[in-house]
């Protein structure tokens, strides 16, 4: 048995010509990162095989971008999107949380220092409800303490006085999407507690079935 363990371990050593190694030019990065700048990875957060035809010819008529777009297909249901204009990403960038077939969609910036592999898909943006807040709450300090456990607020929706009045407020946070949604917070005003309700806009298939009130706002 020993023997034969250590057969193996010696059939996984390297050898000298694959312990060498191999250096990143400097052009090389200087060449990705103008061409990189210019691309995102996405994900389709679906257990089945999506339609990449459907995939590729759906989100190009709902982007609806000035310049060319290219779809690669990475592994399924992960892509490659170039764009030929940085203003035609940012304008994907900025309408997420998008979703095909009511299956979310994960992008992420492309980074050259990583291969596939280390690629994660953890986190997409969302417009979060934050419902049963009092007035008193409803600003930006209030929203960033109540987004306090998500991954990143990135916004409070609030007016030019900075307050956000109204049926319930509005927060954009990072949300991890391999976890169980949050569902709300406890919050203590003087002897008062009270729970606050959030509803998360157009949540997907993918997302909502780990468990949240959400709102569904149809995704055109």
Same mark, same amino acid.
């Given at each position: 048995m /020993?023997?034969d363990?250590?057969?193996?371990?010696?059939?996984?050593? =390297? @050898?000298?010509?694959e312990? *060498? *190694? %191999?250096?990143?030019?400097?052009?090389?990065?200087l060449?990705y990162?103008?061409?990189g700048?210019?691309?995102?990875?996405?994900? %389709?957060f679906?257990?089945?095989t999506?339609n990449?035809?459907?995939?590729? @010819?759906t989100m &190009?008529?709902i982007?609806?971008? *000035?310049g060319w777009? @290219?779809?690669?297909e =990475?592994e399924?249901n992960?892509?490659?999107?170039? !764009?030929?204009?940085?203003?035609d990403?940012?304008?994907?960038l900025?309408?997420?949380?998008?979703?095909?077939d009511?299956?979310l969609?994960c992008?992420k910036?492309l +980074? $050259?220092?990583?291969?596939l592999? +280390? /690629?994660h !898909?953890l986190?997409?943006?969302f417009?979060i409800q934050v419902?049963?807040?009092?007035?008193? $709450?409803m600003?930006?300090e209030?929203g960033? =303490?109540?987004?306090a $456990? =998500?991954?990143?607020?990135?916004?409070v929706?609030?007016? %030019?006085?900075?307050?956000g009045?109204g049926s319930?407020?509005?927060?954009?946070?990072e949300?991890?999407v @391999?976890?169980p949604l949050v569902r709300g917070?406890f919050?203590?005003?003087?002897?008062?507690?009270s729970w606050?309700? !959030?509803?998360? *806009?157009r949540l997907?298939i &993918?997302? &909502?079935? /780990?468990?949240?009130s959400?709102?569904?706002?149809? !995704?055109?």
């Open positions: /020993v023997e363990i250590t057969r193996r371990w010696e059939s996984l050593k =390297l @050898t000298k010509e312990q *060498e *190694e %191999i250096t990143l030019p400097d052009k090389v990065v060449s990162n103008i061409k700048e210019l691309c995102l990875l996405a994900k %389709i679906n257990y089945r999506a990449r035809e459907a995939f590729k @010819t &190009s008529k982007w609806n971008t *000035e777009l @290219t779809f690669k =990475l399924t992960q892509f490659l999107i170039e !764009f030929q204009l940085h203003s990403k940012q304008k994907v900025q309408g997420r949380p998008w979703s095909f009511r299956h969609v992008m910036e +980074e $050259g220092i990583l291969s592999s +280390e /690629v !898909f986190t997409e943006p417009w419902h049963n807040l009092p007035f008193a $709450g600003n930006k209030m960033m =303490l109540v987004g $456990g =998500l991954e990143r607020v990135l916004e929706e609030v007016d %030019i006085e900075g307050y009045w319930f407020s509005r927060i954009k946070a949300v991890n @391999t976890k917070h919050l203590k005003f003087g002897n008062k507690q606050l309700s !959030f509803k998360y *806009e997907p &993918s997302v &909502s079935s /780990v468990g949240a959400c709102t569904r706002k149809e !995704f055109v």
